[in-house]
């Protein structure tokens, strides 16, 4: 079974202050991670994924298979961060994904 | 290119009632993925179709939800017989091709039931 955790529901960085988003993740073979992100009124799109290994909006997000965890992080928030953040994995079935239960981030000026 | 639609946006029916919901993919895609998020969860996969073709629904409930995706049209999320317990907003995404990272999202369905 596949599963994604996001222990933190909420989360309140002031603008210019660094921002790490949790993802801990449970799967058995080889995963792949993905980050999505949902600004106030817009669909879900992807931020960025592990394979890319880039850095999307200064966001960029390391796979630590010993940890079994995939933290988003940016070292200065923008208040156009603000947005609801969704780590994700897919598995074998490369066409499924599990979503964890998403992070608020609210950065204040 | 409008992106993948999803219609109704909101949707309120009674316990008993049939809930119907719409997706029309992005223009040239073929694959569409039906999720459904649940009050406080994340997205949890529910079926994944072709045109005319379920290929898996192993998420989906096996009594009261259909799916289908038609040669012409859009495809339809079925919920017979709605329980309150299926309110939710449901999702679809749309790709070219089978995967993960070409999946695009619609804007949802909120579904409450009364």
């Known amino acids: 079974a596949q599963r994604v955790t996001q222990p933190e529901k909420l989360l309140s960085v002031f603008k210019g202050a660094p921002v790490e988003l949790k993802c801990n993740y449970s799967?058995?073979?080889?995963?792949?991670l993905f980050w999505y992100v949902q600004y106030s009124r817009q669909r879900l799109q992807l931020l960025l994924r592990h394979i890319s290994r880039e850095s999307i909006k200064g966001f960029t997000a390391d796979l630590n298979k010993g940890e079994t965890s995939f933290h988003l992080k940016k070292p200065f928030a923008q208040e156009e961060d603000s947005a609801m953040y969704y780590c994700a994995l897919s598995g074998n079935d490369d066409y499924k994904l599990s979503f964890g239960a998403g992070t608020t981030v609210t950065v204040r000026a | 290119n409008a992106g993948v639609m999803q219609n109704p946006r909101h949707l309120v029916r009674r316990r008993g009632q049939e809930a119907r919901l719409r997706c029309s993919p992005m223009k040239g895609h073929s694959h569409v993925y039906w999720y459904r998020q649940l009050p406080e969860e994340g997205l949890k996969f529910m079926v994944y179709?072709?045109?005319?073709?379920?290929?898996?629904e192993s998420g989906m409930p096996k009594e009261r939800f259909s799916a289908e995706f038609p040669k012409e049209g859009p495809s339809i999320l079925r919920i017979q017989q709605v329980v309150r317990g299926d309110s939710a907003a449901y999702f679809c995404?749309?790709?070219?091709?089978?995967?993960?990272?070409?999946?695009?999202f619609g804007p949802g369905t909120r579904l409450l039931v009364l």
């Open positions: 799967y058995s073979g080889s995963p792949e």
């Open positions: 995404a749309s790709s070219p091709r089978q995967g993960t990272e070409t999946q695009y």
């Open positions: 179709l072709q045109k005319e073709n379920i290929i898996d």
